[in-house]
Nanobody, 124 residues
Framework: QVQLVESGGGLVQAGGSLKLSCAFS????????MGWFRQAPGKEREFVAAFSRGGSSTVYADSVKGRFTISRDNAKNTVYLQMNSLKPEDTAVYYC?????????????????WGQGTQVTVSS
């Protein structure tokens, strides 16, 4: 049974940093591409960043490019999202997800398994 568990969320001041982790179990992480999404209050869930199966490609939403970094440790079956220069508009519940296709994709429907989410709150 595939499980994803996010951690590392919290309250931080604008300009600060947080590092989210997503522990993946039940399968081999290297067989999936993995992404981070977020959902702010009253808004639809949106794509943040993703990592290809082989680890050779990453893609970021324009709103986080240059500030967030996605990485993965296949040996630990864990994916990370380093978030720097945080802004109040980054406040959201952050979700990790994995997709079993061969090509990295961004739409939500391309992801097969999801974590429960972790809250990130950025104060001004």
């Amino acid at each position: 049974q595939v499980q994803l568990v996010e951690s590392g969320g919290g309250l931080v001041q604008a300009g600060g940093s947080l590092k989210l982790s997503c522990a993946f179990s039940g399968r081999t992480l290297s067989s999936y591409y993995m992404g981070w999404f977020r959902q702010a209050p009253g808004k639809e869930r949106e794509f943040v960043a993703a990592f290809s199966r082989g680890g050779s490609s990453t893609v970021y939403a324009d709103s986080v490019k240059g500030r967030f970094t996605i990485s993965r440790d296949n040996a630990k079956n864990t994916v990370y999202l380093q978030m720097n220069s945080l802004k109040p508009e980054d406040t959201a519940v952050y979700y990790c997800a994995v997709g079993s296709g061969t090509v990295l994709r961004m739409p939500e429907y391309a992801y097969d398994y999801w974590g429960q989410g972790t809250q990130v709150t950025v104060s001004s």
